[in-house]
């Protein structure tokens, strides 16, 4: 393999672009196989494009490959470059902060520039609340259409600009299962007493949040894991396992257990940082969608459902009887495009019993699964997805009206045509087969079938078997 070479490249315009393009691309696939940022450069030395890379050799070597096409705009930047620059990284995690602070100084001529009206997404970690909270905004300023300022970006710290509104949303994903910090929207007041009432969300049910809202965690405790988290994106993942493994040892040393726990799992969590879960590693044994992409799933139903915020939680409602016996309820969730066991709920219908009555079934299950939530006392999931057709989905938004607090998006899948009724819309989306958002809907809605099922046929064997 040959060595990149150590001197200037030869002067502009004494190679043909062919040579030019085999001599990028030799030294291309010399480059360690790390992660990192590379920048293009023309013959005067002026940074013409900023890129990042999981592997810079692939990467930066695809540029140059004679059947390499980057479309329309990159591909005139073949002309101009003469050589290129590399920035290896630790993890894929700096190579993205490291990516969009030199686009932020440089400015680079062929880095698209998002001409479509919208801004750079930035990340906004509050300041001024008891219990900060962390989010993505495209308004770093704060201030709104009407003139008036938010108040949250007072005395925040704000990072950014990102490039890649999908690769900062997985990147602070990923880190919330370390830090635990909070991305809600709740106003949480330190010494409340109505916390120690409230039901948190499942975030804190999978591990990605400390859950404040619910006095689960001190004030000084979560504020110490923000910082380490704002720490952590200000510097190398290695100098911050240093920092923790240093501070884990001191709380040890000062018989402070818990907090050296605490630290403990943070570490092992940042070094498992990479790590991506396999086929083999299914979440729950009970429903295999392992042929569904679940990031891809997700991404997919938000653009189809026109949601400005990511979909992590999804639930699923269904109804099942034999001839208006035995009629039950079933609630399954989904977290992140894959089912959540913890969180799967049974409900035996009384209100109908006897009656062939599925629209009352849908009312009184939903009504008792939303009525916390529709106090306010409890978060919904992002998409509750209904079993059936129109008409269920109805019934599903006549018990919600019942409800203070309305949910944010309520859909139905009928099965035979798999067309999504959605609410505050008169006519269904019909989506392809091979949709991942439609799979996604597929199976929340099987899964709730199954479970449903089964609760109806335990019911119906206890019943037979008592007759006789």
Not at 110 to 130: C, H, I, W
Not at 151 to 165: E, M
Request: charged content about 30%.
């Amino acid at each position: 393999m040959p060595e990149p070479a150590a001197d200037q490249p030869p002067a502009w315009g004494s190679e043909t672009r062919d040579e030019r393009l085999a001599r990028l691309l030799a030294k291309a696939r010399a480059l360690p196989a790390v992660p990192g940022v590379y920048l293009m450069k023309d013959h005067r030395g002026v940074v013409l494009y900023v890129g990042k890379a999981a592997r810079l050799p692939a990467r930066v070597s695809s540029y140059f490959l004679p059947s390499a096409d980057l479309g329309p705009k990159k591909q005139r930047m073949l002309d101009d470059v003469h050589d290129f620059d590399t920035l290896g990284c630790e993890t894929e995690w700096e190579a993205l902060l490291a990516e969009n602070r030199l686009i932020k100084d440089i400015r680079p001529r062929y880095n698209a520039m998002l001409t479509d009206g919208k801004s750079f997404p930035y990340l906004v970690v509050t300041q001024r609340e008891d219990f900060p909270r962390v989010y993505i905004t495209r308004n770093p300023s704060g201030v709104r259409d009407d003139g008036t300022e938010d108040p949250l970006i007072r005395g925040a710290k704000v990072l950014g600009p990102f490039v890649s509104p999908g690769a900062l949303r997985e990147a602070v994903q990923m880190l919330q299962r370390i830090f635990r910090f909070r991305t809600c929207s709740l106003d949480i007041i330190d010494g409340d007493p109505r916390n120690r009432h409230f039901r948190p969300c499942l975030l804190y049910a999978i591990g990605q949040c400390s859950a404040p809202c619910a006095d689960r965690i001190p004030r000084d405790a979560y504020r110490a894991d923000v910082d380490r988290f704002v720490r952590f994106l200000d510097s190398k993942r290695s100098v911050m396992l240093r920092e923790l493994t240093a501070e884990m040892q001191a709380a040890a040393a000062s018989l402070d257990f818990e907090k050296a726990a605490v630290l403990r799992d943070q570490i092992d969590a940042l070094r498992r940082l990479d790590q991506r879960s396999t086929r083999k590693a299914r979440w729950q044994p009970e429903t295999e969608i392992g042929y569904l992409d679940p990031r891809k799933a997700t991404r997919s139903l938000q653009r189809t459902l026109g949601l400005d915020q990511p979909v992590r939680c999804i639930e699923g409602i269904d109804i099942a009887h034999l001839h208006g016996g035995e009629t039950v309820g079933s609630k399954v969730c989904f977290v992140d495009g894959r089912p959540f066991r913890n969180e799967y709920r049974r409900y035996r219908v009384r209100s109908v019993e006897g009656g062939n009555d599925d629209y009352a079934s849908i009312r009184e299950v939903v009504s008792r699964r939303y009525r916390d939530a529709g106090g306010g006392h409890e978060l919904y999931p992002d998409v509750i997805l209904i079993d059936g057709g129109l008409g269920q989905l109805h019934a599903a938004l006549e018990a919600f009206e019942t409800l203070g607090v309305r949910p944010p998006m309520v859909v139905s899948l009928a099965k035979k045509e798999e067309l999504l009724y959605v609410q505050a819309r008169t006519e269904p989306i019909r989506l392809g087969r091979d949709n991942p958002g439609l799979r996604l809907c597929q199976a929340v809605r099987d899964e709730a079938h199954r479970f449903a099922q089964l609760y109806h046929h335990v019911l119906r064997r206890k019943r037979t078997l008592d007759e006789e």
